[in-house]
C-alpha cells in the first residue's frame, strides 16, 4: 500500500518560514513519479502549488509562491520538501501532496490537470498577520 504522509505544518507569523516533508513508503518506485504540493484554503478550490520531477529535478511553481518556496527531493530518503519562506497569510491552508506517474507531467510540461493516483492526509499551515 502506499501512503504520503505530510509534516511540519503550523502557525507561523507573516514572513517566517516553514518547511513541509511528503515522505513516500509502499510499493512506490519514487523516481517513477512526480510529487506536488496542493493546498486548500476554508472555502476555496484546492490549487497546485509546486511540483517536482523526481528524478529530473525539474521543477514547477505556481506564480504566488515563485521567489519564496523551493521544493526539493530527497530521492534516498523518497521525500519531498517545500520550504516556505516570506509566508503570508494568503498562503493559509491544508496542504497535501501527490503523486503522479512521472510521463504525465514530462510528456505535457505540466503538473496540473493529471489525475493524481495518491494522496497524503494533510498538514495545516496557518499563517498570522
Known amino acids: 500500500e502506499v501512503q504520503l504522509v505530510e509534516s511540519g505544518g503550523g502557525l507561523v507569523q507573516a514572513g517566517g518560514s516553514l518547511r513541509l516533508s511528503c515522505a513516500a513508503s509502499g510499493l512506490f518506485t519514487f523516481d517513477d513519479y512526480a510529487i506536488s504540493w496542493f493546498r486548500q484554503a476554508p472555502g476555496k478550490e484546492r490549487e497546485g502549488v509546486s511540483s517536482?520531477?523526481?528524478?529530473?529535478?525539474?521543477?514547477y511553481y505556481i506564480d504566488s509562491v515563485k521567489g519564496r518556496f523551493t521544493i526539493t527531493s530527497d530521492n534516498a530518503e523518497n521525500t519531498v520538501y517545500l520550504q516556505m519562506n516570506s509566508l503570508k497569510p494568503e498562503d493559509t491552508g491544508v496542504y497535501y501532496c501527490?503523486?503522479?506517474?512521472?510521463?504525465?507531467?514530462?510528456?505535457?510540461?505540466?503538473?496540473?490537470?493529471?489525475?493524481?493516483?495518491?494522496w497524503g492526509q494533510g498538514t495545516q499551515v496557518t499563517v498570522s498577520s
Open positions: 501527490a503523486a503522479v506517474p512521472r510521463p504525465a507531467v514530462v510528456t505535457t510540461h505540466t503538473p496540473w490537470g493529471h489525475e493524481y493516483h495518491y
Open positions: 517536482i520531477v523526481i528524478g529530473d529535478g525539474v521543477s
